[in-house]
């Protein structure tokens, strides 16, 4: 499992390029006491036109979704945080990367009522390998269903990718990993399968490939999406289901997917195996299928790479704090309150 982080030389914060040692904040920022944040994790990939961010806008716009279910509105506008990731991945001269946009309520005040506190935009960018473990792609990785449930649809809503959301997500992980497992998949409220700390799950049963609906309080997961459309085109049928855990001990295959994690094949659920070999055939052409697409190695129709373009130095300027990038220039350096 790796989890390590590389720095990198500048993190975005609120239109300007900061030093990654001086990114900080206050210690008494709402988010650091509350929770108060929203954020997305995306990957680039190196293609042989350079770096590519994949599905850029899909991860914005549910970053901007994200924000608007807790009432956040972020100082900067959705094509202004997608020309900054891009920066961030040039000036960190980067092609493998994960990317880590954040919006957060900063220091203005404590207590539940937050619209004292600014909003603030901050992105980094780091390589980071295969998350559930180097060899996890290879070997699969052993799972168990946690003891923790995800919360239920009326309390802290699954479909935000929030940073409190993580908090579960963490209890799910740490009891994991305690046990020995690489990761732990949690059910929802009724008792079926919903997802992996940091996943999306897929099962495949006589050549179907099933997955929990968006009302088993799962993160609507844009690998999911990219899952569901890659199988479709290869003409496997694709099912949103309920899924009962048992179906977990007899699936012929399964799998993680998700930014982070990528395609991950299971190994074994609660000690048990999971099918023949690992990764199994569908497993196994769907991560092939992903990794050449988001490499570019096949035809991307869907538009789902962008390519960032260096901008002319001259568009950029010093200041005392870092380098204003000429993307949020124009967005408030200094954002104020809203709503
Ligand atoms: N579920 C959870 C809880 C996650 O944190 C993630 C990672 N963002 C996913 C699913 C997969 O989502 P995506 O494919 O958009 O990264």
Known sequence: MS?????????????????????????????????????????????????AIFRLSDH?????????????????????????????????DLAAAYIRPVVYRGYGGLGLDPRSCPIHVAIAAW????????DSATLGVDIHVASWRRMAPDT??????????YMSSQLIKLEALADGY???????????VSEGSGENIFVVIDDVLYTPPWDSSVLIGITRDSVMSLARDHG????????????????DEIFLCGTAAEITPVRSVDHMRTGGVVPGPIT????????????????????????????????????AQGVVSSAAASASSTPTARA
């Open 127 to 134: 390589p980071w390998g295969r998350y559930l473990g180097e």
């Open 284 to 319: 196994a052409l769907i991560a092939r299928k992903f990794d050449d697409l988001v490499h570019g190695r096949i035809d991307d129709r869907r538009g789902w790479l962008s390519h960032p373009r260096r901008r002319p130095l001259v568009r950029r300027a010093h200041t």
């Open 182 to 192: 690489a990761e732990g998949v949690a059910l929802d409220t009724d008792g079926f």
């Open 60 to 92: 914005v716009r549910r970053l901007f979704r994200s924000a608007r279910i807790y009432r956040m509105e972020p100082p900067v506008t959705p094509a202004e945080i997608e020309d900054a990731v891009g920066q961030v991945v040039l000036e960190n």
């Open 156 to 165: 802290i809503p699954a479909i935000a990718k929030a940073g409190a959301n």
């Open 3 to 51: 989890a390590k982080m590389t720095p990198t030389t500048w993190i975005w914060m609120d239109g300007r390029l900061v030093e990654w040692g001086n990114a900080k904040i206050h210690v008494l920022s709402h988010v650091v006491h509350y929770g108060s944040s929203v954020f997305e994790g995306l990957r680039s990939y190196p293609t042989a036109e350079g770096p």
């Open 236 to 251: 496997i049928e694709v099912r949103e289901r309920r899924l009962p855990r048992e179906l977990l001990y007899v699936a």
